[in-house]
T-cell receptor
Framework: AQSVTQLDSHVSVSEGTPVLLRCNYSSSYSPSLFWYVQHPNKGLQLLLKYTSAATLVKGINGFEAEFKKSETSFHLTKPSAHMSDAAEYFCVVSDQLQDSGYALNFGKGTSLLVTP | GAVVSQHPSWVICKSGTSVKIECRSLDFQATTMFWYRQFPKQSLMLMATSNEGSKATYEQGVEKDKFLINHASLTLSTLTVTSAHPEDSSFYIC????????FGPGTRLTVL
């Protein structure tokens, strides 16, 4: 099965400074990778996804991630943090199911704190 | 975008009772739905894959007799926690497949 490792359980940044959330993946073949965000009391929202097209993926709210096969990484970045970015972020890899498309394997999550 | 709803959003029940959680895809049909469980400050763990009209496929370690899943239509899947115990208290999240997974807002279950 494919898996992801989120290297930081907590990240704290000041408003207006860059954000870097790190994720490494383990895969026996070319994976599909995702970043999801979870705000308190809200459903998971897809930020962006990589599916073997361009290695630099742009998502919503100014986030982007770069797929680096040589480093087996898929780090999430944003040039300037906003207070509303404070949330839990999950790096996710898809795992192909036999008959039903695919299931998602979630990383343990990174809690992003944005300070004024 | 595609919308998935869950009902109820939270439920408190006594130990030994059964609780049903509904997951609906509001504006699309979903052949496949997924059920996840999330413990506080932890990641989502896939419990089972639900296919319309067939039996659910459970992940290793998930008791199928305790967590009953019914996917009776292309827009509705239900998860019933039978004879609930305090250790079943958790946040349950469903997702529905429409070229990608769309997630419901989750249901917080507290078993007293």
């Amino acid at each position: 099965a494919q898996s992801v490792t989120q290297l930081d359980s907590h990240v704290s940044v000041s408003e207006g400074t860059p954000v870097l959330l790190r994720c490494n993946y383990s895969s026996s073949y070319s994976p599909s990778l995702f970043w999801y965000v979870q705000h308190p009391n809200k459903g998971l929202q897809l930020l962006l996804k990589y599916t073997s097209a361009a290695t630099l993926v742009k998502g919503i709210n100014g986030f982007e991630a770069e797929f680096k096969k040589s480093e087996t990484s898929f780090h999430l970045t944003k040039p300037s943090a906003h207070m509303s970015d404070a949330a839990e972020y999950f790096c996710v890899v898809s795992d192909q199911l036999q008959d039903s498309g695919y299931a998602l394997n979630f990383g343990k999550g990174t809690s992003l704190l944005v300070t004024p | 975008g595609a919308v998935v709803s869950q009902h109820p959003s939270w439920v408190i029940c006594k130990s030994g009772t059964s609780v049903k959680i509904e997951c609906r895809s509001l504006d699309f049909q979903a052949t496949t739905m997924f059920w996840y469980r999330q413990f506080p400050k932890q990641s989502l763990m896939l419990m089972a894959t639900s296919n319309e009209g067939s039996k659910a496929t459970y992940e290793q370690g998930v008791e199928k007799d305790k967590f009953l899943i019914n996917h009776a239509s292309l827009t509705l899947s239900t998860l019933t926690v039978t004879s609930a115990h305090p250790e079943d208290s958790s946040f349950y999240i469903c997702s529905a497949m429409d070229r990608e997974q769309f997630f419901g807002p989750g249901t917080r279950l507290t078993v007293l």
